[in-house]
């Protein structure tokens, strides 16, 4: 199956855009008549640009759904897109680099978050988007996957570390420790990272001790990137970015 375009991604990058300031206007309150004006604006733009098209079945549902009566959880959806978008804006060349595992890009400190915002087309700049943006080398995008399964690798093998048939169970407690400690060593053998106690670094300590707060975010931030990254390289059914494995 032919591999997402240059111009699929542009189109990803601003319709997760789209969709986010879409709910956000769920959190902003704007009166009913101001919503509707806002809404109908912004189908009559995806369709007059040629986004709809690259839109999903379920990303349709919710952008044809008036703002004010979404709910709390769209808009936190809508919001944590954002680590997806900072993929597809790399990927595009739209960025020089991505913030560590531990940082997303929405946060007021991340590395190239400045560089993020300013890149962020509107549905208007698709076509000169699309037809003058290259993508990075196909190595440079496979590694970033590569890197991210990992990453996504370890937080499922943190949750299993905590879930009680293990944690109450040495042998097999240790059996986990012993994969996290042999990849860890993989990955400071290939220079990804400088490891921390025989385990991942985060937030400046062993992934494994991380707390739930920590965990949530990391895990937020690795599952969307992850999933971004799988898409970009062809693994979703038909290119159904809804439909986007993420196997580990």
């Known amino acids: 199956m032919p591999k997402p375009d240059a111009q699929a991604i542009a189109a990803r990058l601003i319709l997760l855009s789209e969709l986010q300031s879409h709910t956000r206007n769920y959190l902003e309150k704007p009166t009913p008549q101001e919503a509707e004006n806002i809404h109908q604006e912004r189908l009559a733009n995806l369709s007059k640009h040629g986004l709809w098209n690259y839109a999903t079945s379920a990303e349709r549902e919710l952008l044809e759904t008036p703002p004010l009566t979404l709910g709390f ?56 988007v699309a037809h003058n943006c290259k993508l990075r080398l196909e190595r440079e995008i496979e590694g970033a996957r590569n890197e991210a399964e990992l990453w996504h690798w370890r937080s499922r093998t943190l949750e299993l570390q ?87």
């Not at 590395?111 to 076509?127: A, K, L, T, W």
Request: hydrophobic share 35%.
């Open 162 to 248: 905590r879930s009680k048939p293990v944690a109450k169970n040495p042998n097999r407690s240790a059996f986990f420790q012993e994969r996290v400690q042999e990849a860890t060593e993989s990955c400071i053998f290939d220079g990804m990272f400088v490891g921390i106690d025989g385990d991942f670094p985060a937030f400046g300590k062993p992934y494994s001790l991380l707390d739930d707060d920590e965990w949530r975010k990391i895990r937020i931030i690795t599952e969307q990137r992850h999933k971004a990254l799988n898409w970009v390289c062809g693994l979703a059914p038909e290119n159904n970015y809804d439909a986007t494995p993420t196997d580990t």
């Open 73 to 128: 959880e769209s808009a936190q959806d809508a919001f944590f897109s954002s680590n997806a978008q900072a993929i597809f804006a790399w990927c595009l060349g739209m960025m020089d680099g991505l913030p560590p595992f531990d940082s997303a890009i929405t946060d007021d400190d991340a590395p190239y978050s400045e560089e993020f915002y300013d890149h962020i087309p509107s549905p208007h700049q698709f076509e000169y």
